[in-house]
C-alpha cells in the first residue's frame, strides 16, 4: 500500500486566493482526519470523518475553512479567502475503527 | 478536556546512552496511546501503539510503558544511535475512540 498520499506537497500562494489540499486514504481505512501542524500550537485536529461522514468539526478555526469527503476514496480541506496566518503545515491521516493513525506526509503551506 | 504534556522540551545525550522520554495526560479516562516520531520537515511515523488494556509495548529497541492510573507513559529507547535524533510525540485517544490529542513533542539529539 502507498500510505496516505497528500497533495501538493507545498504550496505557496497569495492572501486572499483560495487553496485547495488533498487527501487519499490507505485503502480500507473507514476514519481520515486533519491536521494542522505549527510552530507555536503544535499539532491541532480540525475535523475528523467516519464512513465519508464529518463527526467533529470543532477544531476547524473559521469558516473560511470547509473539508469534503465525497467518498471513500478522496478528502479535500479548503481554505477560501487564505490569510498569513493559515501558513503551517497540514497533515491527512488515516485509520480503522478509531484503532490506529497513520500519517501523510503533509502539505506545507505558505500564505504571503 | 484532555492535556498532555511532555517533558522535557528537548534533550541531548551521547550516542548509546538510554533514553527515556516521558508523556503525562490528565484524563485517565483514554483508550489507547500512540507514540510517533518526527523528523524535521517530514510526516509522523507511529512507533508503537498501546492498547487502553496494555501496560507496555515493544518493538526492537523501544519499549512503551502505560499507566492510565497515574496519567503517565514512557518511551525508552535503548542505546541510542545518531539516526534516533528527531522529534518524539506522543498521542492519547480519547474514550470515545476516534480523536487524537497531541502532546508537544520531545526533540532529541543523540551526538556521535
Known amino acids: 500500500d502507498a500510505g496516505v498520499i497528500q497533495s501538493p506537497r507545498h504550496e505557496v500562494t497569495e492572501m486572499g486566493q483560495e487553496v485547495t489540499l488533498r487527501c487519499k486514504p490507505i485503502?480500507?481505512?473507514?476514519?481520515l482526519f486533519w491536521y494542522r501542524q505549527t510552530m507555536m500550537r503544535g499539532l491541532e485536529l480540525l475535523i475528523y470523518?467516519?464512513?465519508?461522514?464529518?463527526?467533529?468539526d470543532s477544531g476547524m478555526p473559521e469558516d473560511r475553512f470547509s473539508a469534503k469527503m465525497p467518498n471513500a476514496s478522496f478528502s479535500t480541506l479548503k481554505i477560501q479567502p487564505s490569510e498569513p496566518r493559515d501558513s503551517a503545515v497540514y497533515f491527512c491521516?488515516?485509520?480503522?475503527?478509531?484503532?490506529?493513525?497513520?500519517f501523510g506526509p503533509g502539505t506545507r503551506l505558505t500564505v504571503l | 478536556k484532555q492535556e498532555v504534556t511532555q517533558i522535557p522540551a528537548a534533550l541531548s545525550v551521547p550516542e548509546g546512552e538510554n533514553l527515556v522520554l516521558n508523556c503525562s495526560f490528565t484524563d485517565s479516562a483514554i483508550y489507547n496511546l500512540q507514540w510517533f516520531r518526527q523528523d524535521p520537515g517530514k510526516g509522523l511515523t507511529s512507533l508503537l501503539l498501546i492498547q487502553s488494556s496494555q501496560r507496555e509495548q515493544t518493538s526492537g529497541r523501544l519499549n512503551a510503558s502505560l499507566d492510565k492510573s497515574s496519567g503517565r507513559s514512557t518511551l525508552y529507547i535503548a542505546a541510542s544511535q545518531p539516526g534516533d535524533s528527531a522529534t518524539y510525540l506522543c498521542?492519547?485517544?480519547?474514550?470515545?475512540?476516534?480523536?487524537?490529542?497531541f502532546g508537544g513533542g520531545t526533540r532529541v539529539l543523540v551526538k556521535p
Open positions: 498521542a492519547v485517544y480519547e474514550a470515545a475512540g476516534n480523536k487524537l490529542t
Open positions: 470523518f467516519n464512513n465519508n461522514v464529518p463527526i467533529d
Open positions: 491521516a488515516t485509520g480503522y475503527r478509531g484503532y490506529e493513525q497513520f
Open positions: 485503502s480500507g481505512h473507514n476514519s
